[in-house]
């Protein structure tokens, strides 16, 4: 569909700022632009960034969503939910485990503890159900409407851990109307991506929607560690998902129930001795994608399990709607992979049997979750009212239990790997808040929008240590930590002209206490204060070339206190947990669009943002500096971070897309590209040569054609992504050797796509 004629937008968006409330359907707002369509135009986005529908240009948040063709092209290749690393305007997405256990960075801020309890500050909804654990937020991406990002604190309406921002995806739901599809691609490694959904009316009030997902890729990383030699030992997986929904509708009451399940048997990402050149941050010269030397390599293994339902109850009032979600999720994971990288060690047989390189320790390790429940409920309600104040009020519950369990084992004195350390952790943390929002029109051109939400948190802990590598012996260590805050954002939305509309906000959120008690190789368990932040934000949204650009644009500065930071190995595969006094960040943001004709739409997306710890004070133990170039000032053995930019906090961040379609035949041709950029990063807290990642050039390409027949659509596709095979080291290991973790190396497939209707 393309954008709607001017009346017609102007109709909806009042239809949609004072009547729409959380429950309104996209496909109701879809109905209604079907008759509107011009030519060369953009099509209107609608958003969920507030809980109501809303044009996305009418809203005063910063953000940015992604859906169609863009969305499709780069999920191609079997990717996981890090294809979005770089797509979006501020934000970037790392992993130290593969697929599963993602990182977000949204404008700088984010969390690069790999523990299992680690909590993030930029948080994933997914259906409107919170994804607290790292383990669920890595659910395969498939039969998704829509991706949108909310840039900034969102601490009033979405509560938990939101400091930085917000990655929210919406699926596809039941509808009355037959409809759905299949697909299947091949590629690379003999990698095969398949996925379908089909949903329809069961009565002439209930429908259903199943989706399923299937992935599946050989391993191909041959190990030639010298006694250890085997061929394809590593980097394949077997993925499989599956959504099953249904929706009632009634004449005043909507209910829609949603189970969603995973299981994920792989290898976890390879980590690779010594594969940066000392004194530099190049990949070493022999630098091969499907070769490791590892001692370990034929025990590494990653299994997720994960479940999940959710019910949304809606009730539809004279002026009000009631909406209840209720939420269970569930996951298991146990990863367990040949950390250093490499082969042998030095203190072993005079150190003649070690490598790639020097390698100090063998450290060979796996952690799981065993047991892990999350309870949600979230009750509001939300005003439909025709004057000119609408409101939301609600209360949230979240309860989650977790289970970790840490393992090391001794390599040296069993091929095996002995188990030699063994620790399990125990989290409960309940949570809950109210929360209330209220919009007000003041004139047809002037409306403000204020949010409060008072939350509390707890977090009650127990690790227990019953076997440790460095002969610590046994240890048992219980924590609390809790705390409240009041969070509240301030903004207003003011329409320029029927083309511009400026907004303006200032926010406050927060982080809940953290608790870090991965005491395999050392006795403390460490704990972070509640970090909170302030942010400032104005900008422009508009519509230019009569419908055929858009242009946002923003600008924006935070100030965080207390701000919790990760110290990741440095001596040990150990983390520590701190606070740094204060942190700063400041940049914009722009998003257009573009119809350049009738045939060529374009995309551009730039960033910059800027972060500082700022904090006198502020050490960390420093590293073995053997193999390893500080630029940071070492004191005694410990490195001060004062100035430092955050780690994984790219200064830069771009994207570029263009999409040709041409009438052909019976159907169409097309051809699309996209480039993202993005800057080098610091790795860890401290700065170091080796440690600096470097810029990454990512670019893909896809083409194709698309027929119809009768009620059905075929494409048939080609795509590659990474087509140049930009391949450098995107995350490391400090604490033994120069150990990286290296990007996907370049991928080439071909997928055929039917949809039916």
Same mark, same amino acid.
Do not use: C
């Given at each position: 569909?393309?954008?709607?004629?001017?009346?017609?937008?102007?109709?909806?968006?009042?239809?949609?700022?004072?009547?729409?409330?959380?429950?309104?359907?996209?496909?109701?707002?879809?109905?209604?632009?079907?008759?509107?369509?011009?030519?060369?135009?953009?099509?209107?986005?609608?958003?969920?960034?507030?809980?109501?529908?809303?044009?996305?240009?009418?809203?005063?948040?910063?953000?940015?969503?992604?859906?169609?063709?863009?969305?499709?092209?780069?999920?191609?290749?079997?990717?996981?939910?890090?294809?979005?690393?770089?797509?979006?305007?501020?934000?970037?997405?790392?992993?130290?485990?593969?697929?599963?256990?993602?990182?977000?960075?949204?404008?700088?801020?984010?969390?690069?503890?790999?523990?299992?309890?680690?909590?993030?500050?930029?948080?994933?909804?997914?259906?409107?159900?919170?994804?607290?654990?790292?383990?669920?937020?890595?659910?395969?991406?498939?039969?998704?409407?829509?991706?949108?990002?909310?840039?900034?604190?969102?601490?009033?309406?979405?509560?938990?851990?939101?400091?930085?921002?917000?990655?929210?995806?919406?699926?596809?739901?039941?509808?009355?109307?037959?409809?759905?599809?299949?697909?299947?691609?091949?590629?690379?490694?003999?990698?095969?991506?398949?996925?379908?959904?089909?949903?329809?009316?069961?009565?002439?009030?209930?429908?259903?929607?199943?989706?399923?997902?299937?992935?599946?890729?050989?391993?191909?990383?041959?190990?030639?560690?010298?006694?250890?030699?085997?061929?394809?030992?590593?980097?394949?997986?077997?993925?499989?998902?599956?959504?099953?929904?249904?929706?009632?509708?009634?004449?005043?009451?909507?209910?829609?129930?949603?189970?969603?399940?995973?299981?994920?048997?792989?290898?976890?990402?390879?980590?690779?001795?010594?594969?940066?050149?000392?004194?530099?941050?190049?990949?070493?010269?022999?630098?091969?994608?499907?070769?490791?030397?590892?001692?370990?390599?034929?025990?590494?293994?990653?299994?997720?399990?994960?479940?999940?339902?959710?019910?949304?109850?809606?009730?539809?009032?004279?002026?009000?709607?009631?909406?209840?979600?209720?939420?269970?999720?569930?996951?298991?994971?146990?990863?367990?992979?040949?950390?250093?990288?490499?082969?042998?060690?030095?203190?072993?047989?005079?150190?003649?049997?070690?490598?790639?390189?020097?390698?100090?320790?063998?450290?060979?390790?796996?952690?799981?979750?065993?047991?892990?429940?999350?309870?949600?409920?979230?009750?509001?309600?939300?005003?439909?009212?025709?004057?000119?104040?609408?409101?939301?009020?609600?209360?949230?519950?979240?309860?989650?239990?977790?289970?970790?369990?840490?393992?090391?084992?001794?390599?040296?004195?069993?091929?095996?790997?002995?188990?030699?350390?063994?620790?399990?952790?125990?989290?409960?943390?309940?949570?809950?808040?109210?929360?209330?929002?209220?919009?007000?029109?003041?004139?047809?051109?002037?409306?403000?929008?204020?949010?409060?939400?008072?939350?509390?948190?707890?977090?009650?802990?127990?690790?227990?240590?019953?076997?440790?590598?460095?002969?610590?012996?046994?240890?048992?260590?219980?924590?609390?930590?809790?705390?409240?805050?009041?969070?509240?954002?301030?903004?207003?939305?003011?329409?320029?002209?029927?083309?511009?509309?400026?907004?303006?906000?200032?926010?406050?959120?927060?982080?809940?206490?953290?608790?870090?008690?991965?005491?395999?190789?050392?006795?403390?368990?460490?704990?972070?204060?509640?970090?909170?932040?302030?942010?400032?934000?104005?900008?422009?949204?508009?519509?230019?070339?009569?419908?055929?650009?858009?242009?946002?644009?923003?600008?924006?500065?935070?100030?965080?206190?207390?701000?919790?930071?990760?110290?990741?190995?440095?001596?040990?595969?150990?983390?520590?947990?701190?606070?740094?006094?204060?942190?700063?960040?400041?940049?914009?943001?722009?998003?257009?669009?573009?119809?350049?004709?009738?045939?060529?739409?374009?995309?551009?997306?730039?960033?910059?943002?800027?972060?500082?710890?700022?904090?006198?004070?502020?050490?960390?133990?420093?590293?073995?500096?053997? $193999? +390893?170039?500080? *630029?940071?000032?070492?004191? =005694? &053995?410990?490195? #001060?971070?004062? !100035?430092?930019?955050?780690?994984?906090?790219?200064?830069?961040?771009?994207?570029? $897309? +263009?999409?040709? *379609?041409?009438?052909?035949? =019976? &159907?169409?041709? #097309?051809?699309? !590209?996209?480039?993202?950029?993005?800057?080098?990063?610091?790795?860890?807290?401290?700065?170091?040569?080796?440690?600096?990642?470097?810029?990454?050039?990512?670019?893909?390409?896809?083409?194709?054609?698309?027929?119809?027949?009768?009620?059905?659509?075929?494409?048939?596709?080609?795509?590659?992504?990474?087509?140049?095979?930009?391949?450098?080291?995107?995350?490391?290991?400090?604490?033994?050797?120069?150990?990286?973790?290296?990007?996907?190396?370049?991928?080439?497939?071909?997928?055929?796509?039917?949809?039916?209707?």
């Amino acid at each position: 569909m393309k954008a709607m004629k001017r009346s017609t937008l102007a109709t909806l968006i009042n239809a949609t700022l004072f009547s729409a409330v959380a429950g309104t359907s996209f496909s109701s707002l879809a109905a209604e632009e079907k008759t509107a369509k011009k030519s060369n135009q953009l099509e209107v986005i609608q958003v969920t960034a507030r809980k109501r529908v809303e044009n996305a240009q009418e809203v005063p948040v910063a953000v940015s969503a992604l859906q169609g063709d863009n969305l499709d092209a780069y999920s191609s290749a079997g990717m996981d939910i890090r294809f979005l690393n770089a797509k979006i305007p501020s934000l970037s997405i790392e992993s130290s485990f593969g697929r599963s256990f993602p990182r977000f960075y949204v404008r700088g801020l984010g969390n690069t503890d790999f523990d299992l309890n680690a909590s993030q500050p930029v948080s994933l909804v997914v259906d409107e159900v919170v994804q607290e654990n790292a383990i669920l937020k890595g659910f395969p991406v498939f039969d998704v409407e829509r991706v949108e990002v909310l840039r900034g604190p969102q601490g009033t309406l979405f509560g938990r851990n939101t400091p930085a921002g917000l990655v929210k995806f919406d699926t596809v739901k039941p509808s009355q109307e037959f409809d759905g599809y299949g697909s299947v691609s091949y590629g690379s490694r003999g990698a095969v991506d398949t996925s379908g959904a089909v949903g329809g009316a069961l009565t002439d009030r209930l429908s259903a929607r199943v989706s399923l997902l299937w992935q599946d890729k050989d391993d191909y990383i041959d190990n030639q560690a010298p006694g250890f030699e085997a061929k394809d030992e590593q980097g394949g997986y077997t993925e499989k998902a599956a959504r099953v929904q249904f929706l009632y509708e009634g004449d005043d009451f909507t209910a829609l129930l949603n189970y969603h399940t995973r299981d994920l048997d792989g290898s976890p990402i390879a980590f690779r001795a010594n594969v940066i050149k000392a004194g530099t941050n190049e990949l070493v010269d022999n630098y091969e994608s499907d070769v490791v030397y590892q001692d370990a390599a034929s025990r590494s293994t990653q299994q997720v399990e994960s479940e999940g339902a959710s019910l949304k109850l809606e009730w539809e009032l004279k002026n009000h709607t009631i909406t209840s979600i209720s939420a269970w999720e569930s996951a298991e994971i146990y990863s367990r992979a040949d950390i250093d990288g490499g082969y042998g060690a030095a203190f072993i047989d005079d150190g003649n049997f070690q490598g790639p390189g020097i390698i100090p320790f063998a450290s060979e390790s796996a952690d799981g979750i065993p047991d892990h429940d999350q309870l949600t409920q979230e009750l509001r309600l939300s005003s439909n009212f025709d004057g000119d104040l609408n409101y939301q009020v609600g209360v949230f519950y979240f309860d989650e239990e977790l289970t970790i369990e840490n393992y090391s084992y001794n390599t040296f004195s069993s091929p095996a790997g002995e188990l030699d350390g063994f620790v399990r952790q125990q989290q409960d943390t309940t949570a809950w808040a109210v929360f209330g929002s209220v919009d007000y029109t003041f004139s047809d051109d002037l409306k403000v929008t204020a949010g409060l939400r008072y939350s509390d948190d707890d977090k009650d802990f127990v690790a227990n240590r019953t076997l440790s590598p460095i002969g610590g012996g046994a240890l048992l260590v219980e924590r609390d930590v809790s705390d409240d805050h009041v969070s509240w954002d301030l903004s207003a939305n003011y329409k320029v002209n029927d083309d511009v509309n400026w907004y303006g906000r200032v926010a406050n959120s927060f982080r809940a206490p953290s608790l870090q008690g991965r005491i395999l190789f050392g006795d403390d368990v460490t704990t972070a204060e509640s970090e909170t932040v302030t942010s400032y934000e104005t900008g422009i949204k508009s519509d230019v070339l009569d419908g055929q650009g858009r242009v946002n644009a923003t600008v924006f500065y935070y100030t965080m206190d207390d701000q919790q930071l990760t110290a990741v190995g440095g001596g040990a595969n150990f983390n520590r947990l701190v606070n740094a006094d204060k942190t700063t960040g400041y940049g914009f943001e722009l998003d257009t669009q573009w119809v350049l004709s009738d045939e060529f739409n374009a995309t551009f997306n730039l960033s910059y943002n800027k972060t500082e710890i700022k904090d006198s004070n502020l050490s960390i133990a420093a590293p073995d500096r053997s $193999t +390893l170039n500080i *630029t940071d000032p070492v004191v =005694d &053995g410990k490195v #001060f971070l004062d !100035g430092n930019s955050l780690p994984h906090a790219p200064e830069w961040i771009s994207n570029f $897309t +263009l999409r040709y *379609t041409k009438e052909l035949a =019976d &159907g169409n041709f #097309f051809a699309s !590209g996209d480039i993202s950029y993005r800057s080098k990063i610091n790795m860890f807290l401290y700065e170091s040569v080796e440690f600096e990642g470097k810029e990454l050039i990512e670019t893909g390409l896809r083409t194709g054609y698309t027929w119809s027949e009768g009620d059905y659509e075929y494409e048939v596709a080609a795509f590659v992504r990474n087509l140049f095979d930009e391949q450098q080291v995107i995350g490391a290991v400090d604490f033994n050797n120069n150990t990286g973790i290296v990007n996907e190396e370049r991928y080439v497939g071909a997928e055929f796509k039917v949809n039916f209707f």
